[in-house]
């Protein structure tokens, strides 16, 4: 009987101290070895990609943000938001740009709601950019998987280039240029497709119109 209650101390020990070695290890010594890697050779990602402008934050590259003028009455939620002819636009979001409430609206290529959906923001995309309907691409009218994606395809934003050149005058041939140096290739060269951060070309369009 002895022999078996010091058999089983020895084994409750040997199991507690490996729980504290582990939980060291686990919970203490790896988190803060992968955070100050992490800090060390790519800060700025790991802190969210902050973009600062002027000396504050405005955004991250990572998510994407609403550019709408101002509501008239600020207190009013039933106000539809209008926007902005001095920014380019990004996709469509079905969260608001929440990153709290990420998600697409669910609706499958072919249900009634999503095609009336989308042919109404065609036409609100065209008429809004001074363009023919058919010159205005998917993604200016579908949103993201995430709801929250912060890239548009270089052919929306090429749609809009003329109304914001008008809107700050600028010209639209300097204007393009922006669109063409903020093109970034797919990544690894072969993931995904060419895109343009909306943030990082919009703050490009604001420092061009100070000059």
Do not use: C
Not at 123 to 138: H, I, L, M, W
Not at 198 to 204: E, F, G, H, M, T
């Amino acid at each position: 009987m002895n022999n078996s209650v010091s058999n089983a101390g020895r084994l409750l020990w040997a199991a507690f101290r490996m729980l504290l070695v582990m939980t060291v290890v686990t919970g203490v010594l790896y988190p803060l070895a992968v955070t100050g890697a992490a800090q060390g050779l790519f800060g700025g990602r790991a802190n969210g990609s902050l973009v600062v402008s002027d000396g504050r934050e405005v955004g991250s590259e990572l998510i994407g943000q609403n550019w709408n003028l101002p509501k008239a009455d600020p207190g009013d939620e039933n106000e539809a938001a209008r926007p902005d002819p001095a920014w380019f636009q990004p996709r469509p979001s079905h969260s608001g740009y929440d990153p709290l409430a990420t998600g697409s609206g669910q609706l499958g290529a072919d249900d009634p709601t999503l095609v009336r959906t989308v042919g109404e923001a065609k036409r609100r995309v065209a008429a809004f950019n001074g363009v023919p309907e058919s010159a205005v691409p998917e993604d200016a009218v579908t949103g993201s998987a995430s709801a929250v994606d912060p890239h548009i395809s270089p052919a929306y934003a090429r749609i809009q280039v003329e109304r914001v050149a008008r809107a700050n005058g600028l010209s639209p041939h300097r204007v393009g240029a922006l669109v063409e140096s903020h093109t970034e290739d797919r990544t690894a060269g072969f993931l995904g497709e060419p895109h343009v951060n909306v943030l990082l070309l919009n703050l490009a369009v604001r420092e061009l119109s100070r000059n």
